[in-house]
């Protein structure tokens, strides 16, 4: 048994180190594929954006319907909501409170969609090693560029460009409200032909009521809830907009997300939506 309890307290020990050197190595280092992207199979569309070049709306929103206590918890997640998550998860119930910034994040680098105690145990290990490791602008700016937000669509920076032929510093407050109503079910949301995303007659009905409750309803309340889209930034320590970025931009800048990523166009392709004589989607209901 001494052998035995040994044994799982060294490969305890292994596994922490293990995770804490992965989360000190995400305070450079970005990596460009996640586990979720592999599982997509085949090529994705997705192109890295540093958060100086994210409109403020997008960010504030993400705080206000993801995580409005990213920038002032310490740690993944409060002890009281991992519980009655727990409980509920055994007693096969609805996720009460649903996964914070850090637990998505790290289940989107690394592990799987099909929730198991096991990968909820994996998430909530990893995640507290990077919540405490990452700033909370940090924790933002990989969900960001991580999240899915289509299928085959990951990252902001492709979204945006993909949705609403814009870059993501050009973001309206309505377009950043409708994005976090696709995260809940990117796999069923698509892109309108002449732009936008798809809420037509033969749109999935979850789809329009988490878009449509998510921009005219859920964000909007959360935010002035919170003090409005400069009060959501400040929680997590920006102070800034995109704009005063916007020197940082250019060809010589990959992280600028200034035009279409070239995997985008490839998926606007596939999908028959027409492009103009430079390559790019027509404009616009056009």
Wanted: aromatic letters at 10%; a neutral charge; hydrophobic letters at 40%.
């Amino acid at each position: 048994m001494r052998r035995l309890l040994a044994r799982v307290v060294k490969l305890g020990l292994a596994m922490l180190v293990i995770t804490e050197l992965a989360a000190v190595s995400f305070i450079w280092f970005a990596p460009p594929r996640t586990a979720f992207m592999l599982q997509t199979g085949g090529p994705v569309a997705y192109q890295y954006v540093s958060l100086n070049h994210i409109s403020r709306y997008v960010i504030a929103a993400a705080v206000a319907h993801e995580d409005q206590q990213l920038g002032t918890r310490l740690g993944a997640f409060s002890v009281d909501d991992f519980r009655d998550r727990a409980i509920a998860y055994l007693q096969g119930k609805e996720d009460p409170s649903g996964s914070t910034v850090p637990q998505q994040l790290v289940k989107n680098i690394f592990l799987w969609p099909e929730p198991s105690a096991l990968r909820k145990g994996l998430e909530a290990g990893i995640a507290t090693e990077f919540s405490l490791t990452l700033t909370p602008q940090r924790l933002m700016e990989l969900y960001l560029n991580y999240a899915q937000f289509g299928p085959k669509l990951y990252g902001i920076c492709a979204a945006s460009w993909y949705y609403f032929d814009e870059p993501p510093w050009n973001m309206s407050e309505y377009q950043a409200a409708q994005l976090m109503g696709v995260l809940p079910l990117p796999t069923l949301v698509t892109r309108s032909a002449d732009g936008g995303i798809y809420l037509g007659p033969r749109v999935h009905p979850k789809v329009w009521d988490y878009v449509n409750g998510a921009a005219n309803v859920w964000v909007p309340k959360q935010i002035e809830g919170l003090g409005g889209w400069k009060a959501a930034v400040a929680t997590i320590g920006i102070g800034d907009t995109a704009t005063d970025h916007a020197a940082e931009r250019g060809t010589a800048n990959p992280d600028g997300c200034s035009s279409y990523p070239e995997s985008v166009l490839d998926l606007l392709r596939q999908q028959g939506i027409a492009l103009d004589r430079n390559g790019n989607p027509a404009p616009l209901g056009g």
